[in-house]
């Protein structure tokens, strides 16, 4: 069990079929569910089911007598289950609870029965690349740089072609990654979604404690529990991290950077804060350094 292998794990477009009928039609029979969302093609309803699976171990739905439903979701008093439609428009968070919950990550290191183990181990190890210089582009540049960075080769990230593929087509759903042209490391959009839920429009944050309310929703950004895992199997002759203790990495700096340039956090610094942490630049150059953190949200 796990979630990259989209051959036998589902995939993120079904999923959304899937929630999308739920959320409209509430608790529905399975094979009912199953009918609705298929063309009924023996591939479709295949795939139909092993999604259905996949997420019912990892808590998103429950079955009870046949019928399947929503399981327990994040608590906070700013989404409203009861409307219409605000599932679905979470629906990105609530997969990434279920993605990053203990009880879906204990066998961390496990190969095939990891349940979210494994975009867990992929997410961390690209987030915590110099995206100055690392592409998703190619896979078998990917393995190269994996091989190399790797201390333990019991210990693997992505493993295959197989789990690179279910990585490029999860990342950027559930928000950590970016295209224009080519896919880019970027966790810009999970960090926005989170950030509407957990932080007050207007509220000032020091640093610290913003980043560490961060990592703990986000447990693949820097400081989080899953990052931490994974830098530490990383060879330090093949990978660097940030110049200093106070330097964000590149990929949580280019966030940041950018919610500040779209107005929906402020930078600033005090000068009698205890603490200071540094934007990263091309090159391993401070692009910024600041003591607390204003989030405005929405722009303003």
């Not at 333990?152 to 295959?160: A, G, I």
């Not at 020091?206 to 929703?217: E, M, S």
């Not at 199997?233 to 779209?262: C, F, G, I, N």
């Amino acid at each position: 069990m796990s979630i990259l292998n989209t051959a036998s794990d589902g995939l993120y477009n079904v999923l959304i079929v899937l929630c999308g009928v739920l959320d409209k039609e509430g608790g529905t029979e399975k094979d009912k569910l199953i009918n609705i969302c298929s063309n009924k093609e023996d591939a479709s309803v295949l795939k139909i089911r092993q999604t259905l699976l996949r997420w019912t171990q990892l808590g998103l739905f429950v079955e009870n007598n046949g019928v399947v439903d929503f399981g327990n979701h994040p608590n906070t008093n700013k989404i409203n289950l009861r409307k219409k439609g605000e599932i679905m428009k979470y629906l990105p968070v609530f997969c990434r609870q279920f993605i990053f919950s203990e009880d879906n990550n204990k066998n961390f290191w496990d190969s095939e029965n990891s349940k979210a183990a494994d975009i867990n181990r992929a997410l961390s190890w690209i987030l915590a690349q110099n995206i100055y210089n690392f592409s998703l582009h190619k896979n078998v540049e990917i393995q190269k740089i994996e091989s190399k960075q790797l201390n333990d080769n019991k210990k693997r990230l992505v493993q295959n072609s197989t789990r690179l593929n279910g990585l490029k087509n999860w990342a950027p759903y559930l928000g950590f990654t970016s295209t224009v042209n080519n896919m880019i490391v970027d966790p810009t959009r999970a960090i926005i979604q989170e950030s509407e839920i957990i932080f007050e429009e207007g509220a000032e944050y020091v640093v610290n404690d913003f980043l560490r309310t961060l990592a703990g929703k986000l447990p693949v950004l820097d400081g989080g529990t899953y990052r931490q895992r994974v830098e530490e199997v990383l060879d330090p002759r093949h990978w660097q991290k940030p110049p200093s203790p106070e330097m964000l990495s590149t990929s949580l700096s280019r966030a940041l950077w950018r919610l500040e340039l779209a107005g929906i956090i402020e930078l600033e610094t005090r000068s009698d804060a205890d603490a200071n942490r540094l934007i990263q630049r091309q090159g391993g150059q401070q692009l910024k350094s600041f003591t607390h953190v204003i989030y405005r949200g929405d722009g303003q």
